[in-house]
């Protein structure tokens, strides 16, 4: 079984940042593609970014130039740096990961799901 875990959400102020993380555990051989989505409410979910194996990144218009994902193979760990944060960017964000399991078969996982809020 594999679990993903985000954290570092919460409440900032317009203009300010957040770094949210998501910890990939379990049995797993390796990771592949790594996503953050996001869902406000009376929303459909929108992809807001994506990293491969590789590094390379892309991203929704929405948040070019202000959102950074980044990961860290080694701890099995995505990251997404958020600067300057708008009221619209106030959704629930999860991480997505393709990973290859150990049993040989590949499947995509969901992590829970982590509140974030601009509001002054």
């Known amino acids: 079984q594999v679990q993903l875990v985000e954290s570092g959400g919460g409440l900032v102020q317009p203009g300010g940042s957040l770094r949210l993380s998501c910890v990939a555990s379990g049995s797993f051989v390796s990771i592949y593609n790594m996503r953050w989505y996001r869902q406000a409410p009376g929303n459909q979910r929108e992809l807001v970014a994506v990293?491969?194996?590789?590094?390379?990144?892309n991203y929704g218009d929405s948040v070019k130039g202000r959102f950074t994902i980044s990961r860290d193979s080694a701890k099995n760990t995505v990251y997404l740096q958020m600067n300057r944060l708008k009221p619209e960017d106030t959704a629930v964000y999860s991480c997505?990961?393709?990973?290859?399991?150990?049993?040989?078969?590949?499947?995509?996982?969901w992590g829970q799901g982590i509140q974030v809020t601009v509001s002054s």
């Open positions: 990293i491969s194996s590789g590094g390379s990144t």
């Open positions: 997505n990961a393709d990973v290859q399991r150990s049993d040989g078969y590949p499947n995509a996982y």
